[in-house]
């Protein structure tokens, strides 16, 4: 069930609804190009503009992800990136800034790390939950069951190609918002945000969802613009990535200025 | 009395699953309904029992090879002859299965991950039988290792795309054709070559390969008047293996031996026997035994045979070998290119590297057991598209030492 009073995520989604807009969620993978150079890029994020941070834990085999967020994984896991090191960076996120702070994994990692102690380990760092790609609800109990005990979010995917039923079962499962898949693909900047994700969107509502974010393909203000107006955040990626990679933190916080600028009212 | 053969999916023990983006769960579920409607279904049974007649060349035949069993102990060795179907190894069983399956659910594109190039060769000829569109995924280091395979997909109008991406083997071509998959799925089916990935395929693969030790326990039967005492296979994603095992599975008198790819020894890290490490863990849609570090991240396999380099195995093999019905060891690859060498020079038949791993096996069982035993070795491949590799492995090329040490004959 969504229980928006616990959620950091879910309230700072709603102070961004409540403004009259929605939120923008920005991605960056920990660890790139180095550990200490993504807490400064996510802490740039959180300064100019994005409401909730979502922090990709490097894995080998990310199949939900497009060449840009790939290549910057594999980077840093080639530079020596560990489980073990998250904790620790999320920490000194949260420390600098107020902004709540998601952990993106697939779950192989969480499962060997084991599950109820990487929710003890966030917790306590201050991480604010989970958005797993690869764990459908179906198979989640043991990570509902961890997160429950933490007070952590678990953000469960939904896509276009969901059955009612399914769609009704992430709302369900999920707490902080459920991540509405915009098209059927992986990530990765697209010239149109589908239009697939407004009919989504309106599919989750009818189910009862509290909080649908839309991801994928999303990297102008433009976009953020026109998702926010029918979903509760828009979710940013490979731009920042990309914008991380080409140009360093300063040319990350004018993207993040600019994309975030559509989330503004005029 | 439980039977072990009629196990099906999506769990086998701790093990199976659907670990997969949300994306794909419609897709698999429209796949689970469309295969329990046609495994049901006479006149589908009939469509792909005519196929493997008429065009796959089934039954494929047992061959009993003495001049080779010398070399195993004197016991008596039978091949059941997978590399004699049409393209060149057991693959095409389950090809064409998925394929009419496919033409079922209205799917005009198929694509594919492949290893050795047996899989891929084996869904572009289904493609070019059926008039679909055909992209197989092949990681750049077996591209190179298996060129004349590469060549044979794109005779057959497939699109062959090299992934440069990870260890550039067959899990990384897993991986790309699963991003394929999540962005095509309305029009495209995902031949999956193996009995890994999430449900259904585990299950509906090995149903469609289990006519491998149907006809194998008929046919040495027919022969020797009894059961084998032992079946051999080689395992990566283990398609061959489960499917010859599969109809013995409830014969507890017939000893199962899969054999994984111990590359260049266990010790050395560098091989792909996931089984014999026996670390639990999720990798492409299902739990299973996995290679992997201490954070869960894959680690890369390695084996002098393209279809054997994978650092994960079909989540019933894992319970198998969980529950003791199966065996598992690895053999290291100089033992598989002795075994490879051994049936070529004694029996003119030339088997893929995969194969040789079972054929290695084998000799490991004749030496222990002598003239008594009966071994059943499921020969899944044959080895024309290893030539090149067998030629540079044992300095055949032009210009370099010929070594015609080992066998004695």
Same mark, same amino acid.
Not at chain 1, 43 to 47: H, K, P, R, S
Not at chain 1, 131 to 136: K, S
């Given at each position: 069930m969504i229980d928006s009073t616990t959620s950091k995520v879910g309230a700072a989604i709603h102070a961004r609804k409540d403004a009259g807009s929605g939120a923008v969620i920005g991605y960056l993978p920990l660890g790139f190009p180095d550990i200490q150079t993504s807490i400064d890029a996510a802490?740039?994020?959180?300064?100019n503009g994005v409401d909730v941070l979502e922090l990709g834990l490097p894995y080998s085999d990310p199949v939900m992800d497009g060449p840009v967020i790939q290549a910057a994984t594999q980077r840093a896991l080639a530079e020596g990136?560990?489980?073990?090191?998250?904790?620790?960076?999320?920490?000194?996120?949260?420390?600098?800034?107020?902004?709540?702070?998601?952990?993106?994994?697939?779950?192989?990692?969480?499962?060997?790390?084991?599950?109820?102690?990487?929710?003890?380990?966030?917790?306590?760092?201050?991480?604010?939950?989970?958005?797993?790609?690869?764990?459908?609800?179906?198979?989640?109990?043991?990570?509902?069951?961890?997160?429950?005990?933490?007070?952590?979010?678990?953000?469960?995917?939904?896509?276009?190609?969901?059955?009612e039923t399914r769609l009704k079962q992430a709302v369900e499962a999920s707490r902080g918002f459920v991540y509405t898949v915009s098209t059927m693909g992986i990530t990765g900047a697209r010239s149109d945000v589908d239009s697939a994700a407004a009919t989504l969107v309106a599919r989750l509502r009818a189910v009862g969802v509290d909080n649908a974010c839309v991801g994928l393909g999303i990297s102008t203000a433009q976009q953020v613009r026109e998702v926010l107006a029918y979903a509760d955040g828009a979710i940013i990626g490979s731009a920042f990535v990309r914008a991380l990679a080409e140009g360093g933190l300063e040319r990350l916080a004018a993207v993040s200025s600019d994309l975030a600028s559509g989330s503004r009212v005029s | 009395m439980t039977?072990?053969?009629?196990?099906?999916?999506?769990?086998?023990?701790?093990? %199976?699953?659907?670990?997969?983006?949300?994306?794909?769960?419609?897709?698999?579920?429209?796949?689970?309904?469309?295969?329990?409607?046609?495994?049901?279904?006479?006149?589908?049974?009939?469509?792909?029992?005519?196929?493997?007649?008429?065009?796959?060349?089934?039954?494929?035949?047992?061959?009993?090879?003495?001049?080779?069993?010398?070399?195993?102990?004197?016991?008596?060795?039978?091949?059941?002859?997978?590399?004699?179907?049409?393209? %060149?190894?057991?693959?095409?069983?389950?090809?064409?299965g998925q394929a009419l399956l496919a033409k079922r659910l209205g799917k005009t594109r198929l694509i594919a991950e492949t290893g $050795?190039?047996?899989?891929?060769? /084996?869904?572009?000829?289904?493609?070019?039988? &059926?008039? !679909?569109?055909?992209?197989?995924? !092949?990681?750049?280091?077996?591209?190179?290792?298996?060129?004349?395979?590469?060549?044979?997909? +794109?005779?057959l109008g497939a699109e062959v795309v090299s992934v440069a991406t990870g260890s550039r083997t067959l899990k990384d071509a897993i991986n790309d054709a699963l991003r394929d998959w999540v962005a095509s799925v309305e029009t495209t089916h995902y031949v999956l070559g193996t009995v890994a990935g999430p449900h259904p395929f585990p299950t509906?693969?090995?149903? &469609?390969?289990?006519?491998?030790? =149907?006809? $194998?326990?008929?046919?040495?039967? $027919?022969?020797?008047?009894?059961?084998?005492?032992?079946?051999?296979?080689?395992?990566?994603?283990?398609?061959? /293996?489960?499917?010859?095992?599969?109809?013995?599975l409830d014969d507890p008198s017939v000893e199962l031996y899969g054999f994984e790819a111990g590359g260049d020894g266990i010790e050395s890290g560098r091989h792909a026997a996931s089984i014999t490490l026996g670390k639990t863990g999720v990798l492409q849609g299902a739990k299973s035994y996995l290679m992997q570090d201490d954070d869960g991240q894959t680690v890369e396999s390695h084996s002098i045979?393209?279809?054997?380099?994978?650092?994960?195995?079909?989540?019933?093999?894992?319970?198998?070998?969980?529950?003791?019905?199966?065996?598992?060891?690895?053999i290291t690859d100089a033992e598989a290119m002795e075994a490879f060498r051994l049936l070529t020079r004694t029996e003119g038949i030339i088997p893929a590297? =995969?194969?040789?791993?079972?054929?290695?096996?084998?000799?490991?069982?004749?030496?222990?057991?002598?003239?008594?035993?009966?071994?059943?070795?499921?020969?899944? %491949?044959?080895?024309?598209?290893?030539?090149?590799?067998?030629? +540079?492995?044992?300095?055949?090329? =032009?210009?370099?030492i010929v070594d015609d040490g080992a066998v004695q004959l």
């Open positions: 802490v740039t994020l959180a300064n990136y560990r489980v073990r090191d998250t904790f620790p960076a999320v920490r000194e996120i949260v420390s600098q800034v107020k902004t709540p702070v998601l952990v993106m994994t697939y779950w192989n990692p969480v499962a060997q790390f084991g599950a109820q102690r990487f929710a003890d380990e966030l917790s306590a760092a201050g991480g604010a939950g989970l958005i797993t790609p690869d764990l459908i609800p179906d198979e989640g109990s043991e990570w509902m069951a961890a997160a429950t005990a933490a007070d952590l979010d678990r953000v469960f995917l939904a896509a276009p190609s969901s059955s | 039977t072990l053969h009629d196990v099906v999916g999506p769990y086998f023990g701790e093990f %199976g699953g659907r670990y997969v983006p949300e994306s794909l769960v419609a897709a698999l579920d429209e796949l689970d309904e469309a295969y329990k409607a046609a495994a049901v279904d006479p006149s589908f049974q009939a469509e792909l029992a005519e196929l493997h007649k008429t065009y796959t060349g089934r039954p494929s035949i047992i061959t009993e090879v003495p001049r080779f069993a010398e070399h195993a102990g004197g016991a008596r060795v039978i091949l059941k002859r997978e590399d004699l179907n049409h393209t %060149g190894s057991h693959k095409i069983n389950n090809v064409l $050795a190039g047996q899989h891929g060769v /084996a869904t572009a000829t289904a493609a070019a039988l &059926f008039g !679909m569109e055909c992209v197989v995924y !092949m990681g750049q280091v077996d591209t190179e290792r298996q060129a004349l395979n590469v060549a044979r997909m +794109r005779l509906m693969v090995r149903d &469609f390969h289990k006519i491998i030790g =149907e006809e $194998a326990r008929e046919q040495v039967l $027919a022969l020797t008047g009894k059961l084998p005492d032992y079946i051999t296979a080689c395992i990566g994603g283990g398609s061959n /293996a489960i499917g010859i095992f599969n109809a013995f045979s393209a279809g054997l380099d994978y650092p994960a195995v079909g989540p019933e093999h894992a319970w198998l070998a969980k529950i003791g019905r199966v065996h598992y060891e690895p590297i =995969e194969s040789a791993h079972a054929l290695a096996g084998a000799i490991k069982l004749g030496l222990k057991h002598g003239p008594d035993a009966t071994i059943l070795v499921s020969l899944s %491949g044959r080895g024309d598209k290893d030539v090149a590799s067998a030629s +540079r492995y044992f300095g055949l090329l =032009e210009g370099e």
